[in-house]
């Protein structure tokens, strides 16, 4: 199965994008923050206007009445662009991790209801990189950069004016080296765009390598690998450095280019200004206006060329984001979809047929049978064979290639997700705790639960006793996916939270295949009771456990090959009878 993938954004639509999205609900801020961006821009102007009749007047002709009103304007000045810079980057942090609160919600929401297939084609380790590192450059570009780069841009077209104002000639000759300049930020601006790209990508595997070692770190231990592991993290940080140290290349060298057409321009503006200076055609004021005007136009010229990197990296960034938001899921609900009655829970594949990806072999063909409500029925055969896509099949974690599965004569395309999975309980062999207390994750279906009615669904799981002998009891926190507490505690926990979930159907998924004896044969006991009126598909490795099921089908090859009890499956001596004899063997061997 594959998804639609979106077309890449054009630039513009990019900036369109961010604009509509992150910025427009805080427009009243960012507004004002560009406000007083622009302030800052004015009386920074301002404050280079008035050097040339303070020189003059106070170095030059030496009025005494300017003494105190020149450095009082220059003060005043000062202290309002003060307050204009405090509040440009209060509002800006304001935005800035609002932005960045929002694209972690929205590409987290998109991720967590995103398709199974989807999340299993990339390693967890990249979307961790991707709402926490793509958020902070598209936060960059779109308040500091954006701001900062208005307001850097009016202080040169000001700066510009002022040197205009006070000689043209000059003015020109350094204006003729804008174009240079501007070649200049554009040539390390491409650089940047490459380095920043690359940079995602590896900081991308970087995360995936991290959490692979420390997911697996039992059998890097047992196995001595930990310098493997090291080593090839080593790689991936230094393929990551190698696209940082470009980026940042580019981005130191672009300043001191731009500094280098603008100090070239500045000697060139010397000897000129001297020239005339000496002929009597500018006076001390007006060069050192000049000059200084031209300093300020230097520095925020410096500022725009490193501003160029913010802008690369956040469109590189708000182009991955906005990849991942598009995608369309593959399972989603129809249009005028509606809720499932709650009824028999009758469960019906219809020549279902099923292929992981596109070109894929298939998984599953043809494949019909029929559960009844209160029925358990059971399926079996060799790894690989299928069993576990027909289980996923029933809560859409995905859907079939071909053929349809019903409840109660509704096909599953044609209802809502929400009200579907409210109908299904799932245990697996396997059971996921989240790193929060055990009455959290027995509550996690219906979080308004009483504990009263926590404890009642424990007490049916045989979890009870172990959890009040717990430091803390229901309050206990399990760690880390669970690891707190052994495998069959974990299971318990799960059988636990499908009690407080009462849902009519029962999904149960190698349930009990990786317990101990005696933990298997709580489980087993709490699993009984948990059955008892439910609509219930299981699977199972160890047959013995599916010896009371009303019906088993045995799937090979993703197709039913056999149907039957129990007895009549050893009868007929196939593929279920020569399961059942090995692993009987199997057992007598291991006595």
Known sequence: MSERDPPELSARDLIVRVARVYMKPRWKGWVTALLAAIAVAYLTTKLVQIIEPATNDLMVFHKPG??????????LYAVARTVAQFIQATLVNRIGNGVVGDVQVQL?????????????SQHSGAYVSSVLYDAGLIREAATAGVINYTQNLLIVLGAITVMISNDLVLSLVMVAGLPAAGWIMRRFSKRTTKA????????????????????????????????????????????????????????????????????????????????????????????????????????????????????AEGMSAARRLFAALDVEPEVRERPGAAPLPVGQTTIRFEDVGFTYGAEGPPTLSDVAFEVRRGETVALVGPS???????????PRFYDPSCGRVLIDGHDLRDVTLPSLRRQIALVTQEPFLFDDTIRANIAYARPDASLAEVEQAARAAAAHDFILNLPNGYDTGVGEAGARLSGGQRQRIAIARAFLKDAPILLLDEATSALDTESEAQ???????????????????????????????VIDQGRIVETGDHDSLMRER?????????QDLEAETAA
């Open 384 to 394: 690989g064979g299928g069993k576990t896509t027909i289980l996923n099949l029933i």
């Open 574 to 582: 196939g593929l279920y009878a020569r399961l059942a004899r090995s």
């Open 66 to 75: 300017q003494l105190i009103i020149l450095p009082l304007t220059i003060a």
């Open 108 to 120: 987290f929401g998109k991720l967590v209801r995103a398709d199974l297939s989807r999340l299993r």
């Open 196 to 311: 920043a790209r690359g940079a995602m990508v590896e900081t991308s595997a970087l995360s995936t390598a991290i959490m692979e070692s420390l997911d697996g770190v039992r059998v890097v231990k047992i196995e001595n690998r930990e310098d493997y592991e090291e080593a090839r993290v080593a790689e991936v940080v230094h393929r990551r450095q190698e696209h940082l140290i470009k980026g940042a290349n580019a981005r130191s060298r672009a300043a001191p280019a731009t500094e280098l057409v603008m100090t070239l321009l500045t000697a060139v503006v010397f000897a000129y200004a001297g020239w005339r200076s000496l002929n009597g055609h500018m006076t001390v004021g007006a060069f050192v206006a000049f000059m200084f005007a031209l300093g300020t136009a230097s520095q925020s010229l410096r500022q725009l060329a490193n501003l160029q990197t913010v802008f």
């Open 523 to 553: 489980v087993q006991a709490a699993l009984k009771r948990l059955m008892a009126g439910r609509t219930t598909i299981l699977i199972a490795h160890r047959l013995s456990t599916v010896r009371g099921a009303d019906r088993i089908y």
